[in-house]
């Protein structure tokens, strides 16, 4: 497979390009925006792309999947459970970042825990991992995890929004993600890469 990775949206948030070598065909995790720029750059990837999927439903993760469904076709998966989220974009838009509230209509596709997703040889397993929302949702891609606001470098994603829980967090990282191999990278919504067992050793949150 190959990994590109695009920032975007009004809070930094990372938008991971997954492509099968074999087909070309390719997934989306996250789609924050739909600024020109970072629809060029899918497009000038030559990518056939067959599905967005999204961690979870809150605004900064999911801002441009409308255009990316106008330009490219292509449907978006998202726990049903975070549809709350979903319905809540507008509001949040004006309460955290002082935008002009959108509506967003195309996402009518759900993603449940252990569904997999196939392009050619690349297969991403969906791992529910609520916590930071009701519906949070990873995404396996061989040592490759894709953890979306769960698990970020020696933190956790917040839990005091609606749909939030600590101890469920907790839960989801301890007896969910920490099943994996140490060796197993971990590419979060926000900031920088980790792996499993740094996260295991370092992560003091997660130490108690």
Not at 65 to 91: C, H, I, R, S, W
Not at 126 to 147: E, W
Not at 154 to 168: E, F, Y
């Amino acid at each position: 497979m190959i990994l590109k990775t695009f920032i975007e949206g009004p809070i930094d948030a990372n938008n991971y390009l997954i492509i099968d070598k074999k087909t070309n065909d390719a997934v989306l995790i996250d789609c924050s925006s739909a600024r020109p720029e970072f629809i060029n750059a899918v497009k000038e990837s030559g990518v056939n792309l067959k599905y967005i999927l999204l961690t979870h439903g809150h605004f900064d993760h999911l801002l441009g999947v409308d255009k990316f469904k106008e330009v490219f076709g292509v449907d978006t998966y998202v726990a049903e459970d975070d549809m709350e989220q979903v319905n809540l974009v507008p509001n949040m838009m004006q309460m955290f970042a002082g935008m002009m509230p959108v509506n967003i209509s195309s996402i009518k596709n759900f993603v449940t825990d252990g569904d997999e997703f196939i392009i050619g040889d690349t297969k991403i397993k969906a791992i529910s991992t609520p916590g930071h929302t009701q519906g949070g949702m990873c995404y396996l891609v061989g040592d490759k995890l894709f953890s979306g606001d769960t698990l970020f470098q020696s933190s956790v994603g917040r839990c005091d929004l609606i749909g939030g829980s600590l101890s469920n967090i907790v839960d989801s990282i301890k007896n969910k993600l920490f099943t994996l191999p140490d060796e197993t990278e971990v590419f979060p919504g926000h900031g920088a890469k980790t792996t499993i067992g740094f996260e295991k050793k370092y992560n003091e949150i997660l130490n108690i």
